[in-house]
C-alpha cells in the first residue's frame, strides 16, 4: 500500500500502482468524470499513469491552469492528427499550450493556406474528437524515435530528437496520429467538444530566421460550446475595449516614427487624466508620509555597475551616451532605485530618522525588441510611481502592510476590485540568477508572506518570478473581461544598501544597514492607463475624466448662456466644454456619446429663461433639469472619493 496526500492535508492508502483516475473514482464519480490530469509531487502526470510510492496528489480538472494547458495541449495533437488526415505529408514541427489555447508549427510543402481552410479543419476535430480515442504514452528507444521520424520523413522531430537523452524520449498516440512528446495528455479525445482555430502565421524554425518559416495556427477549445461562444464574445468586446483604439478615438495619447517607436505621446485630454491619477496619488503619498524627490533622466554608467543593473541589463538597454571626456558614459535611467539610494546617502541617518520614504514619478527607458512593442502596455520609455523606503529590520514587515494598504486604496478608487496577490520568489533550484545572501532572501522572502497573511490578501507563490535583487508581491488584477494584468508591486530588497553601503547609526551607537522596499501601486502610469482604459471601456470614474461636461447649445442665440454655465462650473473646479458647432443637437448628443463623455448640458430657450440646465447622463438619457448650484453640489458629491 502506499499513502496519498491531497491538497487539503487528508492521506488515503491505496494500492501500489494506483492511478489519479482511480484516486477520483474513489472520492466521486463526478469528480472522475472532470479529471483531465494529475499534478503528482508537483509533477502534472497522466491520470492514467501509475504512481508507485507515497505521493502528493492534486487532481486537476478544466477549473486549474495545469488542467487547462494540459486540454490545450492534448487540443493541438489533435489538431495535428486532423491536418495529417486531410493533407496527408503535412510535417510537423512543435505545438505547446499557450496561454489562450494552443498553435502547431506545420510545414504544408508547397501547398498554400489561409483561414479559408479553418472551417474545414475544425469540422474534422470534431469529428475526430467525438471517436473518444485514449491518449496512450509509450517510451521509446533513441534508435527507434529516430527510425519513426526517417520513415515518416519528418526532418522537424528529427531535429528536436537530436537534443533528447537516450531513455527519456516518450511517443503519444491518439487514434491515428503518433507524435514525438513528453505529455501530459488528457484521458481521450472526448473531453473536447468545441473549437475555434483562431489566426495563422509565419513562424521560423526554432525561431532562426536562416531556417525554413512554416505555417503557425492558432486554435482553442473548449469543455463545452457555451464556454467558446462566451470566449469569442470576450474577444470581440476586447477588441471595442482596446485602449489602442479607444485611446485614439478619445485623443488620449499618440505615437509618431519620428520620435521613435514605443515612445508615447501625452495629448491634453491624456495628460489631463495622467496628472489626475498623479494627484491623486502625491496626496496619498503625503499623508503616508512620503517624501517627494526628482531625478535625472540619465546615470553615470558607474552607478549601474553599483547597483548590478548593468550587469544584468546592461547589453539588452539603449547603448551608452559618450561625452567629449574620453571613456566617461553616461546610460538613460532604466530605474530610479540607485538614484534614490544616493539621496539617502546625503546625511548620516539615525535609528530614529527611519523609516525614510523618498517617492517620485520617475521617467525610465528600456530598449524593448520592436517586435514586443504594444501600445502602452509594452513601451521603451515609461513612468514609474515609484518609491523607496529605508527601514531597519523590525520595521520592514509594518512598512509593507502600510504600502499593502495604498496599493489597496488606488485598487478601490479606480474599481478594480478582483485581484490576487502573486508571492513572487526566488527560484531554488537557480540562485545564480539572483544577488545577495541566503540570509538575507530568507529574511525578505517571510516578511513579505508573513505580512500577505496577516492583511488578509488572497495569495498565489510563483517560484523564480522574484527580481533579482529580491522577492516580491505581485497584485494580479482581473479587468471586467475577466483578463488577468500585473499591476502593482511591492519588493524587499536587502542586497541594494550593501551594494551601496547604505549605513544609519543604531540605538547601540554602531553601524547598521537599512532594508530597502521597492513600491509601484500604479506599475507604470502607461501600463495602468492602458488596462484602465479597457476596464472601463474608455468610461472613466467622473473625479478622472478629462472632460466631465459638455455644454451643447440648441442654437448660437444661446452660446452666450451657455459660456456662463461653463464659466459658473469651471470655478467649481469642473471640467468641460462647449460644443459650438452649427450642428443639430442630435448630431452633438451623438457625438458627444461617443466621446464618452459623463455629463451632457442641453441649452435652449427654455433653459436660458428660467436659468437652468437639461442634464444628459452618458450612457443612462436624461436625467431632467435642475439649477447650476444643483447640478454642481451633484458633481462634485459623485467626485469625491
Not at 189 to 205: H, P, Q, S
Not at 341 to 360: F, G, H, M, N, Q
Not at 364 to 386: K, P
Not at 591 to 615: Q, R
Request: hydrophobic share 35%.
Amino acid at each position: 500500500m502506499i499513502k496519498i496526500t491531497l491538497p487539503d492535508g487528508s492521506v488515503r492508502e491505496y494500492q501500489q500502482g494506483v492511478t489519479a483516475h482511480e484516486i477520483a473514482l474513489s472520492i466521486s464519480e463526478g469528480l472522475a468524470r472532470n479529471v483531465l490530469a494529475a499534478q503528482v509531487n508537483g509533477q502534472v502526470w497522466d491520470s492514467s499513469r501509475p504512481i508507485e510510492a507515497d505521493s502528493e496528489v492534486k487532481l486537476l480538472t478544466w477549473n486549474d491552469l495545469e488542467g487547462k494547458n494540459t486540454f490545450w495541449h492534448s487540443s493541438a495533437h489533435l489538431m495535428a492528427e486532423a491536418l495529417e488526415a486531410l493533407y496527408p505529408g503535412t510535417k510537423f514541427g512543435i505545438g505547446p499550450a499557450i496561454e489562450t489555447g494552443f498553435y502547431y508549427d506545420v510545414d504544408f510543402g508547397d501547398r498554400e493556406f489561409s483561414s479559408d481552410d479553418f472551417k474545414q479543419i475544425e469540422d474534422k476535430i470534431m469529428e475526430l474528437a467525438r471517436s473518444k480515442a485514449e491518449f496512450s504514452r509509450k517510451a521509446v528507444s533513441k534508435d527507434d524515435a529516430v527510425k519513426y521520424f526517417t520513415e515518416k520523413d519528418d526532418e522537424y522531430k528529427l531535429d528536436l530528437i537530436k537534443d533528447l537523452a537516450d531513455g527519456s524520449i516518450t511517443f503519444y498516440t491518439q487514434g491515428n496520429f503518433t507524435d514525438l512528446c513528453r505529455g501530459p495528455h488528457i484521458p481521450n479525445t472526448g473531453f473536447i467538444k468545441a473549437v475555434k482555430l483562431m489566426n495563422v502565421a509565419g513562424a521560423y524554425w526554432r525561431g532562426d530566421e536562416t531556417r525554413k518559416q512554416l505555417t503557425r495556427i492558432y486554435g482553442v477549445t473548449f469543455p463545452k460550446q457555451s464556454e467558446l461562444a462566451d470566449y469569442l464574445h470576450m474577444i470581440e468586446e476586447a477588441k471595442k475595449r482596446d485602449h489602442r483604439k479607444l485611446g485614439k478615438e478619445l485623443e488620449l495619447f499618440t505615437f509618431s516614427d519620428k520620435v521613435g517607436m514605443g515612445l508615447p505621446l501625452w495629448l491634453p485630454k491624456g495628460t489631463a487624466l495622467r496628472e489626475k491619477l498623479v494627484n491623486f496619488l502625491q496626496r496619498a503619498q503625503v499623508k503616508s508620509g512620503y517624501e517627494q524627490v526628482i531625478t535625472p533622466h540619465i546615470g553615470h554608467k558607474n552607478l549601474y555597475i553599483t547597483s548590478g543593473h548593468y550587469e544584468k541589463y546592461g547589453a539588452d538597454s539603449f547603448q551608452p551616451i559618450k561625452t567629449p571626456q574620453d571613456g566617461e558614459e553616461f546610460f538613460l535611467k532604466p530605474m530610479n532605485c540607485p538614484h534614490h539610494c544616493e539621496i539617502y546617502k546625503t546625511k548620516p541617518r539615525s535609528y530614529r530618522d527611519l523609516p525614510v520614504r523618498y517617492a517620485e514619478f520617475g521617467t525610465v527607458y528600456r530598449y524593448e525588441q520592436s517586435g514586443e512593442l504594444h501600445g502602452l502596455t509594452r513601451v521603451r520609455g515609461f513612468t514609474q510611481d515609484d518609491a523607496h523606503l529605508f527601514c531597519r529590520p523590525d520595521q520592514v514587515k509594518e512598512e509593507f502592510k502600510k504600502v499593502i494598504d495604498l496599493v489597496l486604496y488606488v485598487f478601490r478608487a479606480l474599481g478594480f476590485d478582483d485581484y490576487t496577490a502573486q508571492i513572487s520568489l526566488r527560484d531554488p533550484a537557480n540562485k545564480a540568477k539572483y544577488i545577495g545572501t541566503d540570509e538575507n532572501w530568507q529574511l525578505a522572502e517571510s516578511s513579505i508572506i508573513e505580512a500577505a497573511e496577516e492583511k488578509g490578501l488572497k495569495t498565489v507563490v510563483e517560484l523564480g518570478e522574484a527580481a533579482f535583487y529580491g522577492p516580491k508581491l505581485d497584485f494580479m488584477v482581473k479587468d471586467a473581461l475577466g483578463r488577468k494584468w500585473q499591476l502593482g508591486t511591492i519588493q524587499v530588497d536587502y542586497n541594494l544598501p550593501e551594494r551601496f553601503e547604505l549605513e544609519y547609526t543604531g540605538s547601540d551607537n554602531q553601524k547598521h544597514r537599512p532594508v530597502m522596499i521597492h513600491r509601484a501601486p500604479f506599475g507604470s502610469l502607461e501600463r495602468f492607463v492602458a488596462v484602465l482604459i479597457e476596464h472601463c471601456a474608455g468610461q472613466f470614474p467622473l473625479w478622472l475624466a478629462p472632460e466631465q461636461f459638455i455644454v451643447l447649445p440648441i442654437s448660437e442665440k444661446y452660446e452666450d448662456y451657455a459660456k456662463k454655465v461653463l464659466e459658473s462650473l469651471n470655478n467649481s473646479d469642473i471640467r468641460g466644454l462647449i460644443d459650438f458647432r452649427d450642428e443639430k443637437i442630435g448630431r452633438k448628443i451623438r457625438d458627444a456619446e461617443v466621446k464618452k463623455i459623463p455629463y451632457m448640458l442641453i441649452i435652449g430657450e427654455k433653459e436660458m429663461n428660467d436659468g437652468l440646465i437639461s442634464v444628459r447622463k452618458h450612457g443612462h438619457g436624461d436625467a431632467g433639469s435642475m439649477t447650476l448650484e444643483e447640478f454642481s453640489n451633484q458633481l462634485v458629491k459623485e467626485i469625491t472619493i
